[in-house]
């Protein structure tokens, strides 16, 4: 059970970083 929800933790954080790229990325592309 430890194991599975480190893994949902690490998904999380990937999207969260996702996200993030998306946002600079859309920022970057106004500028």
Known sequence: MGCNRDLENIKENIN????????IIDVLGRI
């Open 16 to 23: 969260d970083v996702q996200q993030k790229m998306k946002n």
